[in-house]
């Protein structure tokens, strides 16, 4: 079983007309990469047909999401995601304490 | 200018195909009602073409948001979320710990 996450990333993000196979490419690297983190727990992604987009990752610790947001190869995509791939995004770091699904109800303390 | 947000609700959700005109319609007034709410910041939602959807709402307090939660026609909507519109959800309420924005950069202390 997966640890419960303490922590969440929120990035929203508007998306450029432009550079589309190359930002695929580079989102399915940092897919593959965040997986292979200490302390990531899980991501859900979601961009609509505007371009606007939301991805939410969870994670084990504050420390971990600071690895990951300076780890070489994720700066890199960062400058390119500010230099080709967004017009403007959004990045909050975000202690979870309370959390609920339907249809199973779990409680986060 | 707007307060700076202290807490983030987090609600990832899986459409079910059905019910797309009454879905329309609640969430239409649920926006509507949320702006009115004391507390209520801000919200992004996006949704994908499977029916994979992430809002997240923006709020000053926890206070606030669960007023919305309890607020009288927002839990007829969630008894209509869980029996006719999703598959299932997600609920995270959070503490904004850090926050920056590209272009503007800003910090949440």
């Avoid at 990469?33 to 992604?45: E, K, Y």
């Amino acid at each position: 079983m997966k640890p419960t996450p303490q922590y969440a990333v929120i990035f929203t993000s508007q998306r450029t007309p432009a550079e589309e196979a190359s930002y695929e490419a580079m989102a399915n690297k940092m897919i593959e990469m965040v997986q292979r983190m200490p302390g990531f727990i899980s991501a859900d992604s979601v961009r609509d047909a505007n371009g606007l987009g939301v991805t939410i990752s969870y994670w084990s610790s504050v420390e971990a999401i600071k690895q990951w947001k300076t780890q070489t190869e994720h700066l890199k995509a960062q400058e390119l995601g500010k230099t080709l791939w967004y017009s403007s995004y959004s990045t909050s770091i975000c202690r979870i304490e309370e959390a609920y699904n339907y249809p199973l109800e779990i409680s986060v303390s």
